[in-house]
């Protein structure tokens, strides 16, 4: 009878045979229990905890982690395009390209534009820029849109062109660029802000619910359980309907884009534990493949259409002042701040922004990308408790053609991920989402061994080791959202979003066949088995 009084209460769930990940490396924990989809035990014996009705997991000695966060992703925002857009990732060639646009829209109804995405010309035999004459032809009349894999440059056909009334007498918006042969005329290649002139039809709320529980289904089959979302406000009424349903399984840290200081506001929604508006998006610059990105020096091949002493694109908020009309604002209201910066320019002029912000040292304003960083720059991170927030996989895509557009030496402090632990930065890792993959595994292989696209090691000096690449995914993505003490852990009190792992990280190339057996949420599985 005394024991009886004396046990705990049993859990809905234990799972056995463990071997527990937390906090940056492998424990001597082999079991946890879950009550309420909170953790109630972590240790090595949970027997006390199993009751007539535990559900009990033999996890066959595998890996368990907690449940992934991936700290920038456009789940929302891109949610209608992952189900029904054309994918041209898998495109191999010009040919191919040209080949998959004249299938796909062979399959349209009339009047419906075509769009699409995730081309590189990277990775073709011949790495020619695009052009509206590429597609014409198999598109006819209907409007194409095709957006690059970075997002930050488009191709867009004569009938798009037309219907956005671009023509050679089109002026370049502030932050972007129409570019043109040598005739003058468009080319198609529409970069950074001037892909908003285009007036691609949104998306029915229809197209998006759907497409949003297409993208949780897969986040959760690769262990993702909570990320950082950017978003604009079309986006939050379905956001909202989604995070008030008895299925939800991935959790929301919420950031609106916005460009004037008018637009900071506390108003987003909030569904409690799963979905927060946090703050607001801004950005510096552009991107390295669309050579948009803001560089302190010229690139070393700029693209056909730009000038030999091309630096980039830095947006016009980062030089008019608004941007530091935004970031006073956001602290009034204690509102965090993320900016996308790729070029080292752009997080060097970044950087001197934050400084100005009062506080900033405890705010966790972020940097997203930081790509190419000047050597000087690397310490100010951890000194002003600025977030280097990377998305490690976009090394696999950037190490191909890096070293050819700004040189050696300037790739050194590119995907500065070991410089940035080592000065005391608190990482936080990943996807860019559905730039890339939600797959957070592929991002960790390539942190670790530094394999690019194509199989070759590239700037194998910033390698992580696996634990604590995984960190900057768990303990770094929690911190980043302002939930570290719910989240990222596995630890009594905090949710139970968690994963069971295949493989062995810690053996000689272990990281490149990682994967979930099983994703659990709110100690609830979403994914796999057991």
């Not at 660029?177 to 003058?184: C, H, I, K, L, N």
């Amino acid at each position: 009878m005394l024991l009886a009084l004396l046990a705990p209460p049993t859990a809905d769930l234990v799972v056995r045979h463990a071997r527990v990940w937390t906090d940056g490396h492998l424990t001597k924990a082999t079991a946890l229990a879950v009550r309420s989809g909170q953790i109630v035990y972590i240790g090595t014996n949970a027997r006390p905890y199993i009751g007539k009705s535990t559900k009990i997991i033999d996890a066959g000695n595998r890996i368990v982690t907690p449940g992934v966060i991936d700290s920038h992703t456009h789940v929302a925002e891109s949610a209608a395009s992952f189900k029904y857009d054309l994918d041209l990732r898998p495109a191999e060639s010009k040919a191919d390209f040209i080949k998959r646009v004249q299938a796909w829209n062979a399959k349209l109804p009339a009047g419906a534009w075509l769009t699409g995405g995730g081309w590189s010309v990277e990775s073709y035999p011949d790495k020619s820029s695009p052009s509206r004459a590429w597609i014409d032809a198999v598109t006819g009349d209907r409007p194409a849109v095709l957006t690059r894999m970075d997002g930050h440059s488009l191709l867009a056909n004569s009938a798009a062109l037309r219907m956005a009334g671009i023509t050679r007498d089109t002026k370049d918006p502030q932050g972007g660029s129409v570019e043109r042969g040598p005739d003058g005329e468009p080319t198609g290649l529409l970069i950074d802000t001037a892909m908003g002139l285009l007036p691609v039809p949104a998306p029915t709320p229809e197209q998006m619910r759907q497409g949003l529980l297409a993208v949780v289904k897969e986040a959760n089959r690769h262990g993702v359980t909570a990320v950082s979302d950017v978003v604009g406000r079309f986006q939050l009424p379905i956001l909202d309907w989604y995070a008030k349903r008895s299925d939800r399984s991935l959790r929301f840290a919420l950031y609106r884009r916005i460009d004037k200081a008018d637009d900071v506001n506390n108003d987003g929604p909030r569904v409690a534990g799963w979905l927060q508006a946090r703050g607001f998006k801004l950005y510096m610059d552009g991107s390295l493949g669309s050579r948009s990105a803001y560089m302190a020096a010229p690139f070393d091949k700029p693209l056909p259409t730009q000038s030999k002493e091309w630096r980039g694109l830095p947006r016009p908020g980062a030089k008019n002042g608004e941007y530091r009309r935004i970031m006073a604002a956001a602290a009034r209201e204690n509102l965090q701040v993320i900016v996308h910066a790729i070029g080292d320019q752009a997080n060097h002029d970044l950087l001197n922004l934050f400084a100005e912000v009062p506080g900033i040292e405890h705010r966790r304003f972020r940097v997203e990308h930081v790509q190419h960083l000047l050597p000087r720059d690397i310490p100010r991170f951890a000194q002003w408790g600025v977030i280097p927030s990377m998305q490690p996989y976009h090394k696999a895509d950037d190490g191909r053609y890096c070293e050819e557009v700004i040189g050696t030496a300037r790739s050194r402090t590119s995907y500065a991920f070991r410089d940035l632990v080592r000065s005391g930065a608190k990482l936080a890792f990943g996807s860019d989402f559905d730039v890339v993959t939600i797959d957070p595994w592929v991002g960790i292989h390539t942190a670790v061994t530094g394999e690019i696209m194509g199989g070759k090691p590239w700037m194998t000096h910033q390698n992580l080791s696996f634990d604590q690449a995984l960190d900057a995914y768990t303990r770094g993505g929690a911190y980043a959202m302002f939930r570290e003490k719910d989240l990222g852990r596995l630890a009594k009190g905090y949710r139970a979003d968690f994963v069971i792992l295949s493989g062995n990280p810690y053996q000689k190339n272990g990281t490149k066949t990682l994967r979930p057996v099983a994703t659990y949420v709110d100690g609830r599985r979403v994914f796999g088995s057991p």
